[in-house]
């Protein structure tokens, strides 16, 4: 199905290429959809704090859906994340087309470094973003919620990076890394307005990819926990994404699996997750590291 729906969609633009504008009589294409099989970890009794995974069917129109792309640097201060950030992108780059393709808006959003971006036109397109009061405000960042979220399963208060010897902690970021395409209609933020903007053009779904899962993914001002609580529907690329956990902390199992269990927590106390196959076609996303025989799906 996945397969036949990238088919369909480039049919689609090739024949509205070619083929001569509509009759005022005639009837306009229907929007594209994204049938999408999303994964919840839900409570089987409530406050038990027992959970199982969940399926969720989700079906949502395109044009009314972003792409947050969070934080693909060019460089990061922990060579290993440097490393998995520049073996996903790829990846990241073929989502937001195919999203692209289909009608949905593209935001890129590497903080920090926006300002590398000031004269391109998908800047400009976030600044004019018309300011709106929100109920609940939005922040710089969003840090956990003891009263909603659990702590989180890793200890990463060493800053996650695993190489040998640790990196250096330092900003070593200057732009997006140039493996994900920036098109002129696609906005650059890193602040709220990327939900002004979401705003100004009905956008109530909000698909994230990025980095890390248990840091920006989670805490920045366009991300999950502030998407959420603004009451977007919201779905992580479970494939396309890395957290900042280093296997020599608890709770001592690998990087990967550390990612695992953050994302296992995404999906308990904030939003499910879907994997870029389903709108790609094709294989999840494996980094070449993943030697695990047993895996989530």
């Not at 976030?126 to 710089?140: E, F, K, M, N």
């Amino acid at each position: 199905m996945p397969t036949s729906r990238c088919a369909a969609a480039a049919l689609a633009l090739v024949v509205s290429m070619t083929a001569p504008a509509p009759a005022d009589d005639e009837p306009v294409a229907a929007p594209a959809r994204l049938s999408l099989l999303a994964l919840r970890q839900v409570e089987t009794q409530p406050g038990t704090a027992q959970y199982r995974p969940a399926d969720i069917a989700l079906d949502w129109r395109a044009d009314q859906t972003a792409l947050v792309i969070c934080d693909m640097w060019n460089q990061h201060w922990c060579r290993s994340a440097t490393a998995r950030v520049a073996e996903m992108a790829p990846g990241v780059n073929e989502l937001a087309g195919e999203l692209r393709r289909q009608g949905a808006l593209i935001i890129h959003c590497p903080s920090d470094v926006v300002d590398f971006y000031r004269d391109h036109p998908g800047r400009e397109l976030a600044r004019q973003a018309p300011r709106i009061d929100t109920a609940v405000p939005l922040q710089d960042w969003c840090p956990r919620d003891p009263q909603r979220e659990a702590p989180l399963p890793i200890d990463d208060s060493d800053g996650g990076c695993d190489c040998l010897p640790q990196c250096e902690t330092r900003r070593a970021w200057s732009r997006q890394i140039d493996t994900i395409e920036i098109r002129e209609d696609d906005a650059i933020t890193d602040s709220a307005e990327a939900f002004y903007l979401m705003k100004q053009r009905g956008i109530r779904n909000v698909i994230v990819a990025g980095v890390h899962t248990n840091m920006c993914v989670l805490g920045r001002p366009f991300s999950i926990r502030q998407m959420v609580r603004q009451g977007q529907n919201v779905v992580l690329v479970r494939d396309l994404t890395d957290t900042m956990y280093n296997p020599r902390m608890r709770p001592f199992v690998s990087h990967f699996t550390g990612t695992d269990l953050v994302v296992e927590h995404i999906e308990r106390h904030w939003c499910p997750t879907i994997t870029s196959d389903q709108i790609l076609g094709g294989a999840p996303h494996r980094f070449a590291a993943d030697q695990r025989k047993h895996r989530r799906r």
